[in-house]
């Protein structure tokens, strides 16, 4: 199984940038996938989520209207698309599947998911 995080960069203030999560080795089609992000001191917190069909995406709040989930099933990937870019939005980026049921109650809980990406810097400077 394998997650491969994939995107980041320095952008400044005001950019775009997106971000790639390439699965293998498990039947990606059967998983919802989430971003999640950590800052340095800071605990890991969800981005967004996409369902398995794509149907329903869950965004925190600090991103609805300026990041955009989808995924291409036939590619096996995720993406992040991110707008407006802030340096509050510098953090390591990592990519997580789950095949448990998603709620939007539920979609940011780091312990639901099974398998983790390694993570992609992005930095925003202002």
């Known amino acids: 199984v394998q997650l491969q995080a994939s995107g980041g960069g320095l952008v400044d203030a005001g950019g775009s940038l997106t971000l790639s999560c390439a699965a293998s080795g498990f039947t990606f089609n059967y998983y919802s996938i989430g971003w999640f992000r950590q800052a340095p001191g800071k605990e890991r917190g969800g981005v967004s989520c996409?369902?398995?069909?794509?149907?329903?995406?869950y965004y925190t709040d600090s991103v609805k209207g300026r990041f955009t989930i989808s995924r291409d099933n036939a590619k096996n990937t995720v993406y992040l698309k991110m707008n407006a870019l802030k340096p509050e939005d510098t953090a390591v980026y990592y990519c997580?599947?789950?095949?448990?049921?998603?709620?939007?109650?539920?979609?940011?809980?780091?312990?639901?998911?099974?398998?983790w990406g390694q993570g992609t810097l992005v930095t925003v400077s202002s």
């Open positions: 997580a599947a789950r095949r448990s049921l998603l709620y939007a109650s539920n979609w940011s809980v780091p312990r639901l998911y099974g398998y």
């Open positions: 996409i369902s398995t069909s794509g149907g329903s995406t």
